[in-house]
């Protein structure tokens, strides 16, 4: 069987989480770097597998995905047998697709903000930074109680749901984490594990 294909910009792209997956179910993967500069996001064999010309996408032997958290998705549950996905038929289920999709959907949404405050006058940065912090004390309604009371998001243990927020959390990680609080905890933890610190999600 050929190794599963990423194709991303750097080890520091959204391609983090799906390579520190990878890692996790061990599952071997082949990285397929490609340089933005020279075109290669929009070359039409590129396009083909993803119509946007963003990354990461990933090709398994023809099954081709793109958005970083139906990959992980796909792939916790392509390889259960490693128990980073509840089963179909778990009570815990609910609670991981919810997750999921929460950290790229409504987590990444408002972190993402945080790069792209370059180039934007004092005035205009305030304003942006305002409306983070505003949001990031709303999201933070919903981490914090669960990281406060357990190690995990799930209180089964480990799971694909951890890559994800970790891999997003840092992003505005001044807000979102302050010191003391189970967040915090949470990504020292999570900063830890030795294969993260392998593909160098938190570099
Ligand atoms: N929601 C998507 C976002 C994908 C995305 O926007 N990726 C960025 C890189 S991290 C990208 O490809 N940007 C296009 C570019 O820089 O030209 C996901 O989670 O996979």
Redesign the pocket.
């Known amino acids: 069987m050929s190794p599963i294909k990423i194709y991303?910009?750097a080890l520091q792209?959204?391609?983090d989480?799906v390579r520190w997956l990878l890692e996790e179910l061990h599952v071997p993967y082949e990285n397929i770097f490609l340089k933005?500069k020279n075109g290669e996001?929009n070359s039409p064999e590129y396009r083909k597998l993803?119509p946007?010309?963003?990354?990461?996408?990933i090709n398994d032997g023809g099954t081709v995905i793109?958005?970083?958290?139906?990959?992980c998705l796909y792939l916790a549950d392509k390889y259960r047998q490693v128990k980073l996905a509840p089963e179909i038929n778990d009570p815990l289920r609910a609670e991981y697709l919810q997750w999921m999709v929460f950290s790229?959907?409504t987590l990444?949404c408002v972190v993402?903000k945080m790069f792209y405050l370059d180039g934007k006058t004092e005035a205009e940065k305030n304003f942006e930074l305002n409306y983070i912090k505003e949001q990031c004390e709303i999201l933070k309604l919903a981490i914090e109680p669960v990281l406060s009371k357990q190690d995990y998001f799930l209180k089964s243990g480990f799971s694909a749901i951890d890559i994800m927020m970790a891999a997003v959390l840092p992003g505005a990680e001044e807000f979102l984490a302050p010191a003391g609080s189970g967040t915090a905890r949470f990504l020292e933890r999570m900063r830890a594990r030795p294969l993260a610190k392998k593909v160098e999600v938190f570099a």
Do not use: F, L, W
């Open positions: 991303s910009m792209d959204r391609s989480r933005k996001m993803n946007m010309g963003r990354v990461p996408t793109h958005e970083s958290a139906a990959i790229t959907a990444e993402a």
